[in-house]
């Protein structure tokens, strides 16, 4: 059953540096995701993407965020300078489009910054 | 804004018996979808069941099952003939269906269920 991957599974940076999270959504998938979830808090919707450019983003989302497509498989989420408070972990989600509305996260990446 | 409340914290039931975890939301869209995941100690957000607002009968999926009551708002789980491994934080979601919140899930705090042997 095709499924939604995350590299890596876990990944420590240091406070002020770049991260790249990335993620390989179902293949004929349209729409593509990223929630992170702060550890014991709930899912938070960071950003949604579609045909090459985001569709929503959240407050959460700003300037150190940007996500890219840069091929046909890959989405990937960038943060700029990592502070601590983005210490979490990440889902990628994908989902069909058109009347399908489901949506398939992934296993996630625990970013610890430190 | 759209809006999940889940009211229990934790819930405790004992293996084979059935348990509903609670769900209630909030939206001024005409145009909804509900879901239910589920997370495990190990981290991933698993697809349990999904209701569309115009939806008439009530999704099941299995063991899961929804009760979907329009008029009071809420988006109950069912879970039947619990089993050990159901033990899990269950979070309800809410999705925008129209306008340019396409796809975009709101969730709820959740609730941790521990099925006891």
């Known amino acids: 059953e095709p499924e939604v991957t995350q590299t890596p599974s876990h990944q420590v940076t240091q406070m002020g540096q770049e991260v790249i999270l990335r993620c390989v959504p179902i293949s004929n998938h349209l729409y593509f995701y990223w929630y992170r979830q702060i550890l014991g808090q709930k899912v938070e919707f960071l950003v949604s993407?579609?045909?090459?450019?985001?569709?929503?983003k959240s407050e959460i989302f700003d300037d150190q965020f940007s996500v890219e497509r840069p091929d046909g498989s890959n989405f990937t989420l960038k943060i700029r300078s990592t502070k601590l408070e983005d210490s979490a972990m990440y889902f990628c989600?994908?989902?069909?489009?058109?009347?399908?509305?489901?949506?398939?996260f992934g296993p996630g990446t625990r970013l610890t910054v430190t | 804004a759209q809006k999940i409340t889940q009211t229990q914290p934790g819930m405790f039931v004992q293996e084979k018996e059935a348990v509903t975890l609670d769900c209630t939301y909030d939206?001024?869209?005409?145009?909804?979808?509900l879901f239910w995941y589920k997370q495990p100690s190990s981290g991933e957000m698993i697809f349990l069941i999904y209701q569309g607002s115009y939806d008439q009968q009530n999704a099941t999926e299995g063991r899961y099952s929804l009760n979907f009551q329009k008029a009071r708002k809420s988006a109950n789980l069912v879970i039947s003939a619990s089993q050990l491994g159901d033990s899990a934080m269950y979070f309800c979601a809410i999705l925008n269906a129209g306008g340019t919140s396409y796809g975009k899930l709101t969730f709820g705090q959740g609730t941790i269920l521990t099925v006891h042997p």
């Open positions: 993407f579609y045909n090459n450019e985001i569709s929503e």
């Open positions: 939206t001024s869209d005409p145009s909804y979808g």
């Open positions: 989600a994908s989902s069909p489009g058109g009347m399908t509305y489901e949506q398939y």
